[in-house]
């Protein structure tokens, strides 16, 4: 039983907490626990979109849906389960299916979000950016950084399916959201002579370090747009040949500075020895994986996604992270490292042994 000092204590106390609520503040002593945990406590969940499932979902809104002003793009946003609805893959990277029917244009604009496409399908497209037209061919990589003009345009009567991702909740985030509609008379850009300038400027460059960055970091974007398919085999095969590890990783990096591609993203190429399985990773920060080829399933915290061609899954920040592949797969990756690295707080851990399975996803 409370004595009368106890007591009155107890109403001073609540009368204080009224009272700062009443001004908008919040007493830190009350919620310390939540906001300075010993490690990332992320909403977004592990979660895997299958092609089989987005593949018609697409088809269809390509018959329904038409690429006009108002719509700018027809994409279907990956909507993490975890994020309460917001269309966001995990909580800093927005990830996507897009889609372009035949002799579509999808009108120019710009924005500060900074994107990539990574191409899944398809042939005879482009992505126009800043006026060098990138030609897009399955595998290969196209930049389409902060405020720069870009537009898709179809030349061919099939239809083009690429990954989308952006650092839009990033960018949300630092309220820093601007949007431009392309000034001019047409939908797009005019289409240049020549496609492809910046790769024949760039022609014999180093575009790619075995692993990731660790040492360079740079506010300036590649000005090499596209990244072919061909060129980022071939040094999967070269590094292949060199190790005998269960995995072999390559990131784009931006000829100029070493850096990587975007100053806010980082691009990758995992690829899965077939029959082998990776040691389990943490990471700070999130991750967006695109299966380009093959098939195998990922371990994350516990939990695991069965994939092959065409799936997307995210694993969000300090998920331990691990892969097997049935046949020899290449994952394109995609993470929000640079910005962790800009700011000091990057920080990796590999796990000593296999995760046990709990559960297995199954998808909707």
Same mark, same amino acid.
Not at 66 to 76: A, C, D, H, K, Q
Not at 184 to 197: F, I, K, L, M, W
Not at 347 to 362: C, G, H, I, Y
């Given at each position: 039983?409370?004595?009368?000092?106890?007591?009155?204590?107890?109403?001073?106390?609540?009368?204080?907490?009224? @009272?700062?609520?009443?001004?908008?503040?919040?007493?830190?002593?009350?919620?310390?626990?939540?906001?300075?945990?010993?490690?990332?406590?992320? +909403?977004?969940?592990?979660?895997?979109?299958?092609?089989?499932?987005? +593949?018609?979902?697409?088809?269809?809104?390509? @018959?329904?849906?038409?690429?006009?002003?108002?719509?700018?793009?027809?994409?279907?946003?990956?909507?993490?389960?975890?994020?309460?609805?917001?269309?966001?893959?995990?909580?800093?990277?927005?990830?996507?299916?897009?889609?372009?029917?035949?002799?579509?244009?999808?009108?120019?604009?710009?924005?500060? #979000?900074?994107?990539?496409?990574?191409?899944?399908?398809?042939?005879?497209?482009?992505?126009?950016?800043?006026? @060098?037209?990138?030609?897009?061919?399955?595998?290969?990589?196209?930049?389409? #950084?902060?405020?720069?003009?870009?537009?898709?345009?179809?030349?061919?009567?099939?239809?083009?399916?690429?990954? @989308?991702?952006?650092?839009?909740?990033?960018?949300?985030?630092?309220?820093?959201?601007?949007?431009?509609?392309?000034?001019?008379?047409?939908?797009?850009?005019?289409?240049?002579?020549?496609?492809?300038?910046?790769?024949?400027?760039?022609?014999?460059?180093?575009?790619?370090?075995?692993?990731?960055?660790?040492?360079?970091?740079?506010?300036?974007?590649?000005?090499?747009?596209?990244?072919?398919?061909?060129?980022?085999? +071939?040094?999967?095969?070269?590094?292949?040949?060199?190790?005998?590890?269960?995995?072999?990783?390559?990131?784009?990096?931006?000829?100029?500075?070493?850096?990587?591609?975007?100053?806010?993203?980082?691009?990758? $190429?995992?690829?899965?020895?077939?029959?082998?399985?990776? +040691?389990?990773?943490?990471?700070?920060?999130?991750?967006?994986? $695109?299966?380009?080829?093959?098939?195998?399933?990922?371990?994350?915290?516990?939990?695991?996604?069965?994939?092959?061609?065409?799936?997307?899954?995210?694993?969000?920040?300090?998920?331990?992270?691990?892969?097997?592949?049935?046949?020899?797969?290449?994952?394109?990756?995609?993470?929000?490292?640079?910005?962790?690295?800009?700011?000091?707080?990057?920080?990796?851990?590999?796990?000593?042994?296999?995760?046990?399975?709990?559960?297995?996803?199954?998808?909707?």
């Amino acid at each position: 039983m409370m004595n009368t000092d106890d007591l009155d204590t107890e109403h001073r106390l609540d009368s204080l907490y009224k @009272d700062l609520a009443a001004a908008d503040l919040r007493p830190l002593w009350t919620i310390t626990e939540q906001l300075l945990t010993p490690t990332p406590k992320p +909403k977004a969940v592990p979660w895997l979109w299958s092609a089989r499932t987005m +593949k018609p979902l697409a088809r269809r809104a390509i @018959d329904l849906v038409p690429v006009e002003r108002g719509g700018e793009r027809r994409v279907l946003s990956l909507q993490n389960p975890g994020l309460g609805g917001r269309p966001y893959a995990v909580g800093t990277l927005w990830g996507a299916l897009q889609c372009l029917g035949p002799r579509e244009v999808a009108p120019a604009h710009r924005h500060t #979000p900074g994107a990539v496409r990574f191409v899944l399908e398809g042939e005879g497209v482009w992505t126009t950016v800043n006026g @060098d037209a990138c030609d897009m061919r399955p595998g290969d990589l196209v930049l389409t #950084p902060s405020m720069n003009w870009h537009d898709h345009t179809s030349s061919v009567d099939g239809e083009m399916f690429w990954f @989308d991702g952006l650092d839009l909740p990033m960018i949300e985030a630092l309220d820093g959201v601007f949007f431009e509609e392309y000034p001019g008379p047409g939908q797009a850009q005019p289409e240049p002579a020549e496609h492809n300038t910046s790769e024949r400027a760039h022609a014999g460059a180093s575009r790619y370090t075995p692993g990731s960055v660790r040492d360079h970091l740079s506010p300036r974007h590649s000005s090499l747009l596209n990244y072919r398919w061909a060129d980022t085999e +071939k040094e999967l095969d070269r590094l292949g040949a060199q190790s005998d590890e269960p995995l072999v990783e390559v990131e784009y990096v931006s000829p100029d500075t070493g850096a990587s591609v975007l100053p806010t993203l980082a691009c990758a $190429v995992h690829r899965v020895r077939a029959g082998r399985r990776s +040691k389990p990773v943490r990471r700070a920060g999130n991750t967006v994986y $695109v299966v380009f080829r093959g098939s195998g399933s990922s371990v994350i915290d516990g939990q695991r996604f069965d994939w092959g061609p065409g799936d997307m899954f995210v694993a969000p920040s300090w998920s331990a992270v691990e892969h097997a592949a049935q046949e020899r797969a290449d994952l394109f990756v995609l993470s929000d490292e640079p910005v962790l690295r800009a700011l000091g707080i990057a920080r990796t851990e590999v796990l000593d042994a296999p995760q046990p399975v709990t559960r297995v996803f199954d998808p909707r």
